[in-house]
């Protein structure tokens, strides 16, 4: 049975993990980054590899004949390794990247580069939502004009801005939570990744209706020459033709 090793703790991974479970021998490697996670079918390890060479020497010491990056849209650097391992280990390599979201009528999307430039893009506001999660509070450490409403899975650790509450939660949100959010904490401008899909959805349309901006940081590329798929499906079509399994 072909070996397929899913990178990720993403929705999409966990679901792929699920449709191939029974077709394929899959394996998937969670960062271990977050608190308690939500662990998918199949066979599971948790931690790092070591950099490309470290996953690349795993692929091949544990039989893996394909490779799928379903992690984070911004998880650039675990992307750049599983680039740099599957051609080292000449195994197929497919990113899973949901689509991005876009601008609708009366969105006030203030497009950055970076955290850093996002930080620089809150300057003048007073009260800041950060819904990029917690290990990106450094570039918002020396903002201290502003009171920070920061929400992550797990409790963050400096350093991060002097003027701060956090509000620990793990998506999906309604939209009828995160209006109340921002009324309750009179939030003047959301700062958000461009992270894509619906459980995270209902804080742009709760800042449309409040009529408040919204920091978009965008999302890294994928690496050169790798196959993108943006679907569940597309990607367990994908792994089925390259493996040889039939559907």
Known sequence: MPHVLILGGTTEAR??????????????SLAGRVGAPR??????????????????AWVREHGVDVVVDATHPFAERISFNAALAAADARVPLLALRRPGWVAGDGDDWREVGSLEEAAAAVAGFDRVFLTTGRQGLAAFAHVGGAHFLV???DPPEPPFPPRMDVLLDRGPFTLDGEREIVARH???????????????APKLTAAREAGIPVVVVRRPPVPEGVEVAVTVAQAAAWVQRVAGVSG
């Open 15 to 28: 679901e792929l993990a699920e449709v191939l479970d029974g077709r394929v021998r899959v394996t998937s």
């Open 39 to 56: 662990l998918p079918v199949g066979e599971v390890r948790v931690g790092g590899f070591g950099g490309a060479g470290g996953l690349a």
């Open 186 to 200: 009179r939030i003047d401008v959301v700062v958000t990744k461009d992270s894509g899909g619906a459980a995270t």
């Open 151 to 153: 929400r992550a899975v």
